[in-house]
């Protein structure tokens, strides 16, 4: 279907529940809307591994200190649990910011994998952010998907066989690489991602670079370089914005006080972490109190 026609039904999809400035999760499993109607300032943002289409506007993410933008029939994948920022660049009430996002599955990307590419190696490690053209593929797959909201009887039916096929077009797609080196057993990606889940497990306790990296297989070095080179970011300022990102969620919501949720996320001094607070979220924790502000992938 023409994309216009994509554009105007997730429009009125967007309109007639009422969506907020949080993505809102649709009747097919994994897919969710997001819409925007205006531009807004840089926030921080925690994305899960998540494939996202969009159909209107144009929004930025950062990977470290490097700025990725996409815009109308651009897509973005992102392959693992990314503490970032973000920010909608172009949106209006006319013409809203407007996306599709697609959670990754990454037991499908090992079941395509096997075999489409069953003996293809990759190199080394790339970003775990990407950006590029959406396929023509791809936009038809998801319309497909997202129609799937309205045909309830279909949707248990039909949506894992189209999931599968968005996620065969994104292997195949420029910025599949990330996908097929986390994928990969053994890659130096794939190792980056284990230590990553175990600091994201682990995020309140004291880690070591050095436990990491030996649970990753590698020399401390390399795992520096291979860390920053997937995420952005070191192993520590990892962990320092999952603390930081859950932290405010404990506060907003759970209504947690300050010093309170600075020792759950592990902090020792709650003087410090105020400091790295508003230094981070450009606030005191204080202001958030209460505010329901929760830290959510879109």
Known sequence: MPIEDLVRDVQNYGHRRRIGEDPLATEVAGLSVAMRHRATDIYPVLYQPIFCLVLQGVKQTWLGDQAVDFGPQQSLVVGLDLPTHARVLKADASRPYIALALEVDMALVHELLSEIEPHRRVGQPSGAIGAT??????????????????????????????????????????????????????????????????????????????????????????????????????????????????????IAAERLSVASAAFQVGYESASQFSREYSRYFGHSPRQDMGAGVLSVAD
Do not use: C
């Open 133 to 250: 053209e959406a396929d023509a593929e791809v936009v038809d797959a998801m319309g497909r998907l997202f129609h799937l909201t309205g045909k309830p009887d279909a949707a248990p039916v039909l949506s894992p066989l189209i999931r599968k096929e968005v996620h065969f077009w994104l292997l195949k797609a420029r910025h599949g690489q990330i996908l097929r080196q986390l994928a990969e057993r053994d890659s130096h990606a794939s190792r980056i991602a284990l230590a990553a889940r175990l600091i994201r497990r682990s995020y309140a306790s004291s880690l070591s670079v050095e436990d990491l990296a030996g649970e990753a297989g590698m020399s401390v070095s390399a795992f520096h370089a291979n860390f920053k080179a997937v995420t952005g970011s070191t192993p520590l300022n990892y962990q320092k914005q999952l603390r930081l990102m859950e932290a405010r969620r404990l």
